[in-house]
């Protein structure tokens, strides 16, 4: 076994969704309990505020606008793609003056007399703070006066700045107890980097992808759909193929202190259920990472037509009975879109899938139980979808067997 360096990321990203903000007690998450646990923790750190404590945020506290509320400072390019994903509208002039006033000031108080007298400055406090987007004590008051609460904005800034407006519904969709941008930063921090055959002819995939804090939230799973639309079958045969594959891969990652992030171990699919099960759980120190941009991409060799997926070109040739084959021809890294976030099992986001090829109107599903058929089947039927990828290997399955901790 080879013993790699694994990489560690400062990606200033929290563990976990602290539930609210100023004292009060958490709202316990139904199905995990990671609303309470997360308030623990982020008191076990210091963090008076919840996630603004666990998180280490700069900024934090003030009444600034969303870009100093959010992780400004030493954030790099990962928490700028956040603030330019989430943040719409622009802060004024007034907001960041404002933010400069209050960086070493902690006191909502201070922050309501604030957000008063910006408001003598043009038109009412509430109106022109809603218009701004700045977080302070009058728009994030536990009241809701801007009506942010459950808008389809995630306002997580109210969260930041300690104050009372709680926006769950917006911020932590799939109700797993972490933060939606927080599951997309990590499944970006870790999407796997593809070492595809130069001869491979079936790489098209469509990847949508899953996280969830685990039991007790020691650490944070991310689950990679890599969808190929085609199986193009045994290389030397030709038998074996199907329409549709649906592979995966799985990497747990962990953090000390919400800034630095590391891979734990990382689950690959190689034939999954099939009799020449190949997939199998690697420790972090098995695996190569590409981190050619600062983050940490677990290289995955793929087997040429049939998608097996392994950490070493050795162990892919000796994969499903010594008839998988790799070799290094061109690297591609697994898309990760914010919209493509399946949700939880309790509260899925994403199941019925329309091609995104053109062309066909054909559905696949995540979170149903039917072969998966790469988008060629019309029928959601199971019986019309026997040239398919088995059930045993519906995506539908392989979440739950993740979930379950069956993998
Ligand atoms: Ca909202
Ligand atoms: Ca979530
Ligand atoms: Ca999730």
Redesign the pocket.
Known sequence: MRLCVVPRLSLLLPMLFAASCGGGDSSEDPATGAGGQAQEDAAAQGGAAGHAGAGGKAGAGGSGGKSTGGSSGAGGTLDAGVDAAADVEEDGGSDAADAADDASDDSPSDAFVDATSEGEGGGTACSGACAAHVFDACTCGAADPCG????????KGCHEGGFA?E?E???DRDQDGMWDYVELELARAFTPSLILSADEYYADRVTFWAAEPSQGNTYVSVFYALGYLQDGGDPETGLTDHLGDSEFVVVDATTDDGVTWAPLRVFMSAHYKALSDSSGWYDAAEVDFDTSDGLAHPFTWVAIWKHANYPTIQLCDKGAFFTDKCDNGKIERAEVREDANLGSLAHPLIDEVLSQQGGTSYFEYYWTDVPFCGWKVASKLAADRGGCVPKANSYQRQLADWLGGAL
């Open positions: 942010w609460a459950s808008n389809g904005t995630c306002d407006l926006d519904a917006d911020c």
